[in-house]
């Protein structure tokens, strides 16, 4: 069983301080896995003293420098791409197309901050004024075990951009994925200290990053519970705090869409990266005359859904990542059930087949009403509800009755409605009859989906104190 037990600080790998262990298990096999050795408070302060020592010179670096650094980065991983799709496979099921997708993202973050820096404008005239935009300082990166290279790399580029040294605390069960990408960054060659991964439990690790008061700069992804703790306890020494939390997203289908469309275009926005996705499509809000229709073409449609073996490139939804979230899903479908949404499709237990694994059936809701606790939480599992509408401005207050606004997507053929209606809903992001990502627009939460953006020149931004001089 394989086992990982090094920080990277100061620019190379050390043994962890802490000692305490952690099991991981194969969410295909339900087998041990693996061994995290956890990072202690020690070890965070260590990433904190040799983030800070870098500071010095890394945000007197030059521009060039800094390009030169980040296409190194995305050189870097992207020569590992096929290690990084399989650890993704391995530590928590991402179907093999997805997953090599994912490990593309991570190589494309740097390069787009490389050229966009080229022409970032550190100085610039405001009336008498000069406006100079400086590093923040160190900056502490925590990010979840989904999606992990993306979270890493768009995060990172951004600081780095900026001239600011990184920590980075992965999530506890991202070991694997870690262990890669953490290897790829240290074959890049960035200075000593500039990158530091310290991987141990949120509580620990992350709690003693994010009080240090060294640390200037919080950029977290997470739950909006976490998120919102990070966020107080950033209050003593007021640090910079962007945070990219969950969501509830809703599918507006139009009526004028055709529903057999719609209804795979609309599993697909909901069961993305195996349903463990910040940006699922989760409530798919349905002309209230064609809900029936569209039940019935989503059952259709979901003959298309594989659920099994993530190395199986036939297979689109793998397992949940562990057994906790395996059983928390459970329990949102039988909350479903109680409540009195009607099943279309899926419901308790594993898909029919498959005896071990955290499989979860593919699981859609009709009659849901938008106050159910299915409709209002993140489940972050393959359960999809299906809210019936009268009318547009209904359909729109419906979307926008959610605590949530990190991403929408609305389905339907006259361009110029679907536009409008886009423009009318509280969500970072809006996606029209797509699921494509755009790496150069901001991304981030209207409410309690987060705060601040990030991708692009926002991730630059994130990472600049601005400051005006005035007089000669
Ligand atoms: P989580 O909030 O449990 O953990 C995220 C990270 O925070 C982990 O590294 C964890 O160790 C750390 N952490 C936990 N407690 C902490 C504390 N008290 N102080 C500091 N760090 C702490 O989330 P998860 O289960 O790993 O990931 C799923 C969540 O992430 C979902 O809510 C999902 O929507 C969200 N997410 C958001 C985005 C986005 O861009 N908005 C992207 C991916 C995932």
Sequence with gaps: MQRFEQTYIGGAFQPTHGREELRLFDPVTEEASGIVVLADEEDAARAVKSASMAFQTFSQSTKKERIELLHELSRAVETRADELTEATIAEYGGPIEQARWRAGLAAGNFKDAARILEDFPFSRKVGEAEVIAQPAGVAVHIVPWNSLYNAISVKMAGALAAGCPVIVKPSEYSARQNQVFTECLHAAGAPAGVINVVTGLGQVVGEALTSHPDVRKISFTGSTAVGKSILRGAVPSLKRVTLELGGKSPTIVLDDADL?????????????????????????????AKAEAFSEAIKVALANVVVGDPRDPSTTLGPLVNRRQFERVQTYIQSGIKEGARLVAGGEGRPDGLHRGFFVKPTIFTNVTNDMVIAREEIFGPVLCIIPYDDEDHAVALANDTPYGLHAYVIGRDRGRAHRVAARLDAGRVAI???????????????????????????????????????S
Excluded: M, W
Excluded at 443 to 451: A, L, N, P, Q, V
């Design 260 to 288: 057999s469309t719609a209804a795979h275009a609309a599993l697909s926005f909901g069961f993305l990266n195996n349903a463990q996705s910040c940006i699922a499509g989760t409530r798919i809000l349905i002309p209230r």
């Design 433 to 471: 009859n797509t699921l494509r990502h755009e790496p150069l627009a901001p991304f981030g939460g209207f409410k309690e989906s987060g705060i601040g953006r990030e991708y692009g020149q926002y991730g630059i931004e994130d990472h600049l104190e601005i400051k005006a001089v005035i007089g």
